[in-house]
């Protein structure tokens, strides 16, 4: 049988974000509602979906070759858009779909939404760059580069959750006005996050280069990877701490201030001393993370100082 010619498989991906980003703003709604399980089901029901769909899809059936990379692509469109419609009916049996549409609500939804936006397209570009920067030293680094941050992003998974859910808790104690919890919440998830990340540096110190062996056969690719793991390893903790706690100044409605410190700190520090290091001090790969990790720690050091000085007043 002859198949129809397909779209790039940029244009798959594409698709895919509007099913990713509706299940974004579902889940975000259930957190707030004290139902992080429930949106937590409807993810992995998306990831449940995508195994069988990507084997299919990729692979083919019978006599059916499959689509290669294409039906990766269309895999994932289907499956976040079968947990999307099954959120929806969620919603929907529960009553939650019902109400009236709020001009006012939604302006205000803007004005905290557009800094966060902005926020996290800095921060996500400013984390595109260091990975151009890598690119300009050959395979190799990217190929190591890779291997790390997908080890590291499975990891930053718990402070990830634990932002969210610090952002949650102090929102409610603030809205119910009860400000002498504010710092007692912070400082919990703080602790939870910084043993975390304390386990994490240590575990990717002793065995990153037993990881990166076991994801790669290529000599210099385990070296690099395993001496980027003992750079990214000692960054995780600072890390872990200003996710947190910009966390917690969310959910004191304190957005416009952190995401200029955080373009600020990027884009006009740490990014230059990742140039700085990784190229004109001759450190190579290595420099240019180190570079990036001294930014990280600088906002991991300020944001904390902001939320202890905006919750002052409730603590005297």
């Known amino acids: 049988m002859c198949w129809p010619s397909s779209p790039p498989i940029g ?6 974000l509007v099913p990713v980003a509706l299940l974004m703003v579902i889940a975000q709604v259930l957190n707030a509602m004290d139902r992080p399980w429930t949106a937590a089901g409807f993810a992995f029901l998306a990831v449940v979906l995508n195994i069988p769909l990507n084997y299919v899809l990729i692979w083919g059936i019978g006599d059916w070759p499959g689509l290669g990379l294409v039906g990766a692509g269309l895999a994932s469109l289907i499956a976040e858009t079968l947990a999307l419609l099954v959120a929806v ?9 019902r109400a ?6 939604r302006r205000r939804l803007a004005r905290g939404g557009l800094p966060l936006a902005i ?11 260091i990975g151009l920067m890598l690119g300009i030293f050959g395979a190799t680094a990217l190929a190591a580069n890779q291997i790390v941050q997908a080890v590291g992003g499975v990891l930053y998974m718990l402070p990830l959750g634990m932002a969210a859910a610090v952002a949650i808790r102090i929102g409610q104690a603030s809205g119910s006005g009860d400000p002498a919890r504010l710092r007692p919440i912070a400082v919990a998830a703080i602790g939870v996050v910084t043993i975390w990340m304390v386990a994490v540096t240590i575990t990717l110190i002793l065995l990153g280069g037993r990881i990166a062996a076991a994801l790669s ?13 003992v750079i990214v390893a000692l960054i995780q903790v600072a890390d872990g701490v200003q996710s947190t706690t910009l966390g917690a100044l969310r959910g004191i409605m304190d957005f416009v201030w952190p995401t200029r410190l955080t373009l600020l700190s990027y884009w006009l520090f740490a990014l230059p001393l990742a140039a700085v290091l990784g190229f004109w001090a001759g450190l ?20 904390p100082w902001r939320f202890w000085r905006l919750t002052a007043a409730a603590n005297r």
């Open 217 to 229: 056969d290529d000599s210099g690719v385990v070296a690099l990877a395993t001496a980027m793991f």
């Open 11 to 16: 244009w798959r991906w594409r698709r895919v």
């Open 89 to 97: 009916i969620w919603l929907a049996r529960h009553r939650l779909l």
């Open 119 to 129: 926020g996290y397209t800095g921060e996500g570009a400013a984390f595109a760059v």
């Open 100 to 105: 009236r549409p709020d001009a006012a609500l």
């Open 284 to 303: 190579g790969p290595l420099g240019v993370w180190a570079g990036y990790g001294i930014g990280i720690a600088l906002v991991a050091i300020i944001l």
